[in-house]
């Protein structure tokens, strides 16, 4: 496979993600009354085993960053690395926990047609000139940057150009921030995401970084989501890094970060709030059980901090 065409295959799995969160938040399994702005269809139906799969990811992923957001009361900046079409921004102005700024990055094609939608969307667009002060916002085919929003189009394999453009946009390596990598660094080689997971703990003084991706990817299940991924042509060049959750949380002990956990996603999914399992477990008959939990064991959520304002990030936790 070229790289032209895998990059390619990669930038389209936000799509993956994004069918995926609008068909599970159709169904109720949490809200997101912004997703359909994004993708205009609910689509086909998805098995019960994937929305819970989604259900567990969004709930886990927003656990750790609104505790985040608690902690440093939004006295922060935080930053999706390879967001897509992530609708987080609205979500955390809608409940009152926006942080100072909210940076994102995609691949420029990706960024653009998310900037599309926005400019034409009210919508979208509407709490976005809410929390802008000046005539001075920028949105063009490859950027938007407001006060407290600000979308990047870049490519996390070449950090010097992303660190050039996030101080460009007045990003400010002093305050607290959150790193957010959910389903990206797996798409890349273990050099290169330890470069970024090292980036930021070299930036940031004061930061917690939350991954989500493919975990115990070496036994037979493991094996045959690879093979998936792979007949899409998609690069899966990280997978060596997702072999345990030992080798997650190495990723980033060794490149500077002062403590790191992780967790495989059925063990997250029993510390959710378990009437809201409750809830959503009724919503569809799931058969296998099994099934879910196989799938859920190969997903885990592995979160590292580095504490130098001695904020107590290290207590942030399930
Ligand atoms: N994080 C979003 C979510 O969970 O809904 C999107 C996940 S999607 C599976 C992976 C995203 O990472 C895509 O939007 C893709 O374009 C982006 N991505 C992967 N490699 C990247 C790179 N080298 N530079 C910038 N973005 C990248």
């Known amino acids: ?15 993956d993600a994004t069918i995926c969160k609008r068909f599970a938040s159709s169904k109720s399994y949490w809200k997101d009354p912004y997703i359909q702005y994004f993708v205009r269809s609910v689509g086909e139906r998805k098995a019960p085993e994937i929305n819970r799969g989604y259900y ?18 939004c006295d922060c900046q935080v930053i999706n690395l390879g967001a897509g079409l992530d609708t987080t921004f609205w979500r955390l102005k809608d409940e009152n926990l926006m942080p ?18 926005i400019k034409t969307k009210p919508p979208l667009s509407k709490p976005l000139i809410e929390t802008h002060s000046t005539d001075s916002l920028l949105l063009d085919a490859h950027s938007l940057d407001s006060d407290r929003y600000c979308i990047i189009g ?19 390596p002093e305050l607290p921030t959150l790193l957010l990598s959910e389903c990206v660094l797996v798409y890349m080689t273990p050099s290169q995401s330890s470069n970024v997971v090292h980036w930021a ?57 002062e403590q790191s956990d992780a967790l495989d ?9 378990q009437d809201d399992v409750a ?40």
């Open 1 to 15: 496979i070229d790289s032209d065409t895998s990059d390619e295959a990669v930038r389209a799995t936000c799509d």
């Open 56 to 73: 567990a990811r969004v709930q886990g992923v927003n656990h750790l960053l609104d505790a985040f957001l608690r902690k440093t009361q």
């Open 100 to 117: 100072r700024k909210f940076f994102e990055v995609d691949f420029p094609t990706v960024v653009a047609r998310k900037i599309h939608n």
């Open 154 to 172: 870049a490519d996390l394999r070449d950090i010097s150009n992303l660190d050039e453009k996030l101080k460009k946009f007045q990003l400010n």
């Open 201 to 257: 703990a070299e930036t940031f003084p004061t930061a917690m970084f939350v991954n989500y991706e493919q975990v115990n990817m070496s036994d037979r299940f493991g094996q045959v989501m690879i093979e998936n991924l792979q007949r899409r042509q998609c690069n899966l060049a990280g997978v060596e890094a997702c072999q345990s959750l030992d080798t997650q949380r190495e990723r980033f002990l060794k490149t500077g970060w």
């Open 265 to 273: 996603m059925m063990t997250v999914y029993s510390m959710l709030r």
């Open 279 to 318: 809830r959503i477990e009724r919503l569809e008959f799931l058969d296998e059980r099994e099934l879910l939990q196989q799938l859920l064991q190969h997903y885990s959520i592995c979160w590292a901090t580095k504490d130098k304002l001695k904020l107590g990030l290290s207590q942030l936790a399930f």
